[in-house]
């Protein structure tokens, strides 16, 4: 059974750092690209950063220079530390995993199968 699991997620102020974790298990983890999306309420989903096996990164524009991903692909893990963060990042952040052809090339959701449940980051200003 294919489960991923978010957690880190908190409030903090503009300004501010959180570290999120998602823990996979019930797939070959290495197979898939990674990704954390992130959704605020009355807001579609966005993509923040896809991570490929390799670890190469792709990034939405908005949390350049402030987020940054990574994997450990034998503790089938991913983590996403936000530095700087502001209100506008406020959202419910979701990790998933799909296509590694889609990784770097796209950062919609559909390319992605299996999701996990989501963790809330609160930036207050």
């Known amino acids: 059974q294919v489960q991923l699991v978010e957690s880190g997620g908190g409030s903090v102020q503009s300004g501010g750092s959180l570290r999120l974790s998602c823990a996979a298990s019930?797939?070959?983890?290495?197979?898939?690209?990674m990704a954390w999306f992130r959704q605020a309420p009355g807001k579609e989903r966005e993509g923040v950063v896809a991570i490929d096996s390799d670890g190469s990164t792709n990034y939405a524009d908005s949390v350049k220079g402030r987020f940054t991903a990574s994997r450990d692909n034998a503790m089938k893990a991913l983590y996403l530390q936000m530095d700087s963060l502001k209100p506008d990042d406020t959202a419910k952040y979701y990790c998933a995993a799909g296509s590694r052809w889609w990784c770097l090339r796209s950062l919609g959701s559909n390319t992605y199968y299996y999701w996990g449940q989501g963790t809330q980051v609160t930036v207050s200003s």
């Open positions: 019930g797939y070959s983890y290495r197979s898939y690209c």
